[in-house]
């Protein structure tokens, strides 16, 4: 109980005088000892470190969850060390949506079969995304994070000792200044010691030796004094050097958050190169399936469903259509077997799924097939391909 009362007592005494260090050079009444160029330097560094970290981390955690609740929430399951519940996000969802419509709709139609395939793919992206998340957050955030909540909490703690034991230097120093200076007084004092026994009558005489009597215990201080500056520039020393080589050690986090940036790069290029795969793949089903010009009630495989009429003007306004057995263009074009530009004259719904649907003056590629009807062209628009009438169309040089 004792150790304990004393120690109480020197720890608040060590407060106090660190908070009267503190005030004095707050106003300007007492000197600080100012930290070397290179120490400050790595302070600084190290703070720019800190501030940008937590900018960054902060900002990808939005990046890759736009939802502010839903940040909030897994913030507070990993302070309760809980597992998230698992939720379908937003890509997910939207695949369950259409597959659910398609479903309705019918699948055996091509707006239904479409709707089932995109539902599919869009699940797809969802899970691609899912994983990108879980990518980063490990690869990434997490060595972020371990930076903030690990390393430079350790970095904190020690500049904050060492701005303690800088109080410390600093209120030895001004206890040896006035130490000294009091030991000064009191030999200037004792030099001029008045002769005879008239001056102990006199009241201010012996103010005046009561007051060297007094200024002689600061002589004794001195040495005390300076026994404790030399303890206090050690340890002071010691945590300047302790908490530059931490300092120092920012660099080594810098190359490490290098690597991890990298990995945070190289997983979003492979994710959002997954995802195009995805899209492509989805556009190739797609161009398979009728235009969205055509009767989406239809059938997607059915053959047998009678071909639909085009909507043609009166005869008078009409082109006249090239003959297809004596165009000399469709002559060459059936010869070289190869292709050529065509514009359509009117609009054609297609009536299968191996027909194309057109749309007048779009322009399209022809090209002529072996076997082939004579008064058919395999026309392609983009990723789309499928037979067209010729009727239809007029060769373009």
Same mark, same amino acid.
């Given at each position: ?120 793919? /869009?699940?797809? @992206?969802?899970? #691609?995304?899912? *994983? !990108?998340?879980?990518?980063?957050? &490990?690869?990434? $955030? ?83 004094? /300076?026994?404790? @500056?030399?303890? #206090?520039?050690? *340890? !002071?020393?010691?945590?300047?050097? &302790?908490?530059? $080589? ?56 059915s053959s047998s469903a009678s071909v639909s009429v085009p ?21 060459? @074009? ?64």
């Open positions: 109980m004792e150790f304990n009362v004393r120690r109480l007592a020197a720890d608040a005494g060590t407060f106090l005088s660190r908070a009267v260090q503190f005030t004095e050079e707050t106003f300007g009444q007492a000197e600080k000892t100012e930290l070397d160029a290179h120490l400050e330097t790595l302070l600084i560094r190290a703070e720019s470190t800190k501030h940008w970290t937590e900018k960054i981390m902060k900002q990808t955690e939005v990046v890759l969850q736009p939802n502010p609740n839903v940040r909030m929430e897994e913030f507070l399951y990993e302070k309760l060390d809980k597992k998230v519940p698992t939720r379908a996000n937003n890509h997910e969802l939207l695949g369950e949506c259409m597959i659910d419509s398609g479903h309705e709709f019918g699948p055996g139609t091509a707006y239904g079969s479409a709707l089932v395939k995109c539902g599919e793919t /869009e699940k797809l @992206l969802g899970s #691609a995304e899912k *994983e !990108f998340i879980h990518s980063s957050a &490990i690869n990434f $955030l997490t060595p972020f994070r371990n930076f903030i909540e690990g390393d430079f909490k350790i970095i904190s703690k020690e500049r904050k000792l060492l701005q303690n034991k800088r109080l410390d230097l600093d209120a030895a120093k001004n206890r040896m200044k006035k130490a000294r200076v009091a030991d000064a007084r009191s030999a200037e004092l004792n030099s001029s010691s008045p002769l005879g026994e008239e001056y102990v009558a006199h009241f201010s005489y012996m103010l005046s030796f009561l007051h060297v009597r007094w200024l002689k215990l600061w002589t004794e201080e001195v040495q005390q004094a /300076e026994t404790e @500056l030399r303890i #206090a520039q050690s *340890e !002071f020393d010691r945590q300047a050097e &302790i908490t530059r $080589l931490l300092l120092e050690g920012i660099g080594s986090t810098h190359a490490h958050h290098l690597r991890c940036l990298n990995d945070f790069v190289e997983a979003q290029a492979a994710y959002y190169a997954q995802c195009y795969q995805y899209m492509v793949n989805l556009q190739k089903q797609l161009g398979s399936f009728p235009s969205t010009f055509s009767n989406n009630n239809q059938p997607a495989g909507s043609v003007p009166p005869a008078a306004s009409l082109p006249a259509p090239p003959p297809s057995q004596t165009s000399p263009a469709l002559n060459e @074009l059936r010869s070289t077997s190869g292709t050529r530009k065509a514009r359509v004259l009117y609009d054609y719904d297609a009536a299968s799924s191996s027909e194309l649907s057109l749309l007048a003056d779009e322009v399209i590629t022809v090209s002529s097939v072996p076997g082939m009807d004579s008064d058919w062209l395999m026309g392609q628009r983009g990723n789309q391909k499928g037979k067209v009438p010729i009727t239809y169309l007029e060769l373009l040089n």
